[in-house]
């Protein structure tokens, strides 16, 4: 079974427009951290934003908010004012309990149209 | 911030041919590194764990005699794709693991494609 679950393969957003990625996850572990990586063309992995399970307040870094919905194990990330240099590759991923390794979902290709 | 660098960024070999792909933590130690593995357009899979001193864990599915993995300083981790086949031909990642939960630093990855 999947652990973590991106259900938008590709999305097409206008510019300036906010846009949500949704990610759900799968885990038995009380201790647990999410994290949103972007992924561009060139193939560097550039880290977002990441949400602890036990963080009550949902992470937030600049547009990027981490909509957290822990009863769910929804991870949903939102960009406001999204702008063309948004387009790239979205992975949220997570690591589970006291392993360093990160697992990652398919991914959602974002498109931002001028 | 914390870097990891991958060396080469790409390489080109013929088929039955070996190829070592470097992955260094530049200005940190890392006693555990991670290789994935990304073909195109799709995720990053985590192909094995990179032990320093010790032996690497691979993820199941994954041929430890294919790939093999060396940690042999709290620096450097190499990978080395044996008798490699056009089906290896894809985006090699490393990363590891800072001291804050969140923290995890990746390479810029390893194109590789067999002729």
């Known amino acids: 079974a999947q652990k973590i679950t991106q259900t938008q393969p590709g999305m097409f957003v206008q510019e300036k427009e906010a846009v949500t990625l949704d990610c759900t996850y799968d885990?038995?572990?009380?201790?647990?951290?999410l994290f949103w990586y972007k992924q561009p063309s060139s193939g560097e992995m550039i880290f977002l934003i990441y949400?602890?399970?036990?963080?009550?307040q949902n992470a937030t870094e600049g547009r990027y908010s981490l909509n957290f919905q822990k009863a769910r194990k929804s991870a949903n990330l939102v960009i406001s004012a999204s702008q063309l240099g948004d387009s790239a590759m979205y992975f949220c991923?997570?690591?589970?309990?006291?392993?360093?390794?990160?697992?990652f979902g398919k991914g959602t290709r974002l498109h931002i149209l001028p | 911030g914390a870097v990891v660098s991958q060396h080469p960024s790409w390489v080109i070999c013929k088929s039955g041919t070996s190829v070592k792909i470097e992955c260094r933590s530049l200005?940190?130690?890392?006693?555990?590194m991670f290789w994935y593995r990304q073909f195109p357009k799709q995720s990053l899979m985590l192909m094995a764990t990179?032990?320093?001193?010790?032996?690497?864990?691979?993820e199941q599915g994954v041929e430890k005699d294919k790939f093999l993995i060396n940690h042999a300083s709290l620096t450097l981790s190499t990978l080395t794709v044996t008798s490699a086949h056009p089906e290896d031909s894809s985006f090699y990642i490393c990363?590891?693991?800072?001291?804050?939960?969140?923290?995890?630093?990746f390479g810029p990855g390893t194109r590789l494609t067999v002729t």
């Open positions: 885990t038995s572990d009380q201790s647990y951290g």
């Open positions: 949400q602890g399970s036990y963080d009550e």
């Open positions: 991923a997570m690591r589970e309990g006291r392993d360093d390794k990160i697992i």
């Open positions: 990179s032990n320093e001193g010790s032996k690497a864990t691979y």
């Open positions: 200005d940190f130690q890392a006693t555990t």
């Open positions: 990363s590891a693991p800072g001291t804050g939960a969140y923290e995890q630093y």
